[in-house]
Nanobody, 117 residues
Framework: QVQLVESGGGLVQAVGSLGLSCVAS????????MAWYRQAPGKQREWVAT???????AYADSVKGRFTISRDIAKNTMYLQMNGLKPEDTAIYFC???????????WGQGTQVTVSS
């Protein structure tokens, strides 16, 4: 399984911006899909955004228009640019990879994002 490492989390004020990176241990060219998830304190992990191998993109309604998912195949890296951050975006953000059909089987360790009001 591919290994994933997130970075870029931190503390930011509301309406501010933050960018996350997810570096894979090998080429992401043939990975079926990669995604960002997040988990807020006391809540279940929720899906944020997905980018497929064919570069199709989808967002959760809660982040649509504010977050942008992208990837750089040459750098084996996926990104999440977060603008217009809200306190409710506070969570641990995880990247995940789907290498075979089915559930996302590879996960990073997560990076904390905290948005102050």
């Amino acid at each position: 399984q591919v290994q994933l490492v997130e970075s870029g989390g931190g503390l930011v004020q509301a309406v501010g911006s933050l960018g996350l990176s997810c570096v894979a241990s090998r080429s992401i060219l043939r990975i079926r899909a990669m995604a960002w998830y997040r988990q807020a304190p006391g809540k279940q992990r929720e899906w944020v955004a997905t980018i497929t191998g064919g570069a199709d993109i989808a967002y959760a309604d809660s982040v649509k228009g504010r977050f942008t998912i992208s990837r750089d195949i040459a750098k084996n890296t996926m990104y999440l640019q977060m603008n217009g951050l809200k306190p409710e975006d506070t969570a641990i953000y995880f990247c995940a990879a789907q290498e075979t059909p089915g559930a996302f089987g590879s996960w990073g360790q997560g990076t904390q994002v905290t948005v102050s009001s």
